[in-house]
C-alpha cells in the first residue's frame, strides 16, 4: 500500500506542468503537418506555441502563477537562459517570437519557418530537461519512444 501523500498543490503542479508539457508537444506536432499543408503562418504560431507552452510547463514546475503576456515570457526565459548560463535558449524564444508575428504579418516562406523547426524543437526539449522528471515522467511511461 503507498502510504506517500501528496498536497492538492502538488497534484495541481503535476498537473499544470504535464497539460502544458503534452500541449508544447502538441504544437511542435501540428507545425510540422501545417508546414506539409503550406500553411507558413500556422506553422509559425504552432512553434511559437510550443516555446510558450513549454516555458509555461516549467514555471507551473516552480509553482509560478501562468506567465500571462510576452512580457512574462520574455523576462522568464531571460532568468532561466542566466540561470542556466545558456544565451541559445534567450535567442531561440526571440526567433519564436518572430513566427508569432509572421502570424499576423504573413511575410515569411514555408522554407524560412522550416528553418526554425529543428531549433525550437532543440530548445523545447531542453526546457522539458529543466523540469523535474517525476512531474511529467508518469505521463509519459506508456508511450514507446517518448521520454522526456
Known sequence: MN?????PLEDETQNQTRNYVLSSLRYLENSQ???LKGEAEKAGEFLWGSIAQALQALAASRNMPM???HRSLRYFVSTVSKEMNDRRLNEVFWQAEKLHSNFHEVEMT???VAEFVDPISETVQKIHSYIPPELVNEQFKDIPGDEL
Open 67 to 69: 506567465l500571462k503576456s
Open 3 to 7: 502510504t506517500q501523500k501528496y498536497s
Open 33 to 35: 503537418q501545417m508546414l
Open 110 to 112: 514555408v522554407d524560412e
